[in-house]
């Protein structure tokens, strides 16, 4: 990659990605305002004054009024201005409310994602190496099941073997309620209470990783260049490292880069289950609560968190396949 041609590639990719955010801020708008129900009677509900007085002053405190074109008109501006609004469920601004949830989701999407990732590679890798072997039969099935099994009912075993039965880790929540923990004892208590969901949201996507891996890895070592060092007397090893593994990521860092992007989006069952304080949990509440500012500010962030992902993945792709140009 040219460094002289990385400006104006970062400068039309994030044209794009502002097209691309802005696009998709308006469809959730209009998605969100085409589901049943109205906001006003859950939100009086809540209240505990439901007459008629008191909803049209809440429909008029945030603009529920108004006709859906001043509506969506009202909304742009205020993303434009990072301000997402209020809920009135939470009783506090919607940014503030997401900046409190999303570490809990990013801690717990990058350790899935990374355990997906480095597992799967080194799976795939084994299998490839070993190709009908019993190994290689045994991470196929492996893979095959993880990839056809339900999040929830993996989520819902993890719990009844390792918490129920076993006793070893916790089952619900990100951390003990009421233990005071501080230093190294808090992050102790984080890591076992992170380990069921991580591994819950990781197995999916380490069987896809793992397929992949070793797909590619069987493709690339009947290539020329393959078969040239090896007549060379390259080690094995080092073919395997330096020629066929280092080619046969290019497609693995194209998949996982999209899909990094859609393990936050895609927490909400894991964050459910496990009580995980996260934002996918927090869409969850909002959506049964008719707290569109919420459901509207978790798309919006979750939006953003994706384009980047992808925007990383491209010039990750460049960096390491020289024959990919930016220009």
């Known amino acids: ?131 009908g072997s019993w190994a290689d039969s045994f991470i196929t099935i492996l893979a095959l099941t993880f990839y056809a099994t339900p999040l929830f009912w993996v989520g819902l075993m993890l719990v009844l073997v390792f918490s129920v039965w076993l006793e070893w880790l916790p089952s619900f929540g990100m951390s003990s309620v009421g233990a005071g923990y501080e230093g190294w004892a808090h992050v102790w208590d984080v890591a076992q209470h992170l380990l069921l969901p991580a591994l819950t949201l990781g197995l999916f996507y380490l069987a896809v990783y793992a397929r992949l891996t070793r797909a590619t890895m069987l493709e690339v070592q009947d290539q020329d260049f393959v078969k040239t060092a090896r007549a060379k007397g390259v080690p094995e090893g080092r073919i395997t490292r330096a020629h066929v593994l280092r080619n046969a990521m290019l497609p693995v860092i194209t998949f996982a880069g999209i899909q990094a992007g859609q393990l936050v989006g895609g927490s909400i069952l894991v964050e459910t289950v496990f009580a995980w304080p996260g934002i996918g949990r927090l869409a969850f509440e909002a959506l049964l609560a008719r707290d569109y500012a919420v459901l509207l500010g978790v798309f919006f962030c979750t939006s953003v968190i994706v384009v980047l992902f992808n925007l990383a993945t491209d010039l990750l792709y460049a960096i390491i396949d020289p024959r990919v140009e930016v220009g």
Not at 22 to 31: D, E, G, P, Q
Not at 38 to 54: E, I, L, N, R
């Open 1 to 131: 990659m040219e460094a002289g041609k990385l400006p104006g590639f970062l400068a039309r990719r994030l044209l794009k990605a502002v097209a691309v955010v802005l696009a998709i801020v308006i469809c959730n708008f209009f998605l969100v305002h085409a589901a049943p129900g109205d906001p006003a009677s859950v939100m009086a509900g809540q209240s505990g004054a439901a007459d008629a007085v008191f909803m049209e002053q809440l429909r008029r405190q945030f603009g529920l009024d108004q006709p859906l074109h001043v509506q969506l008109w009202i909304y742009l501006k205020s993303v434009l201005t990072l301000d997402l609004g209020f809920s009135h469920r939470q009783q506090m601004g919607v940014a503030a409310l997401i900046m409190e949830r999303l570490p809990a989701t990013l801690l717990l999407t990058g350790a899935a994602f990374a355990f997906a990732v480095v597992g799967g590679v080194t799976l795939g890798a084994l299998a490839a190496q070993r190709v």
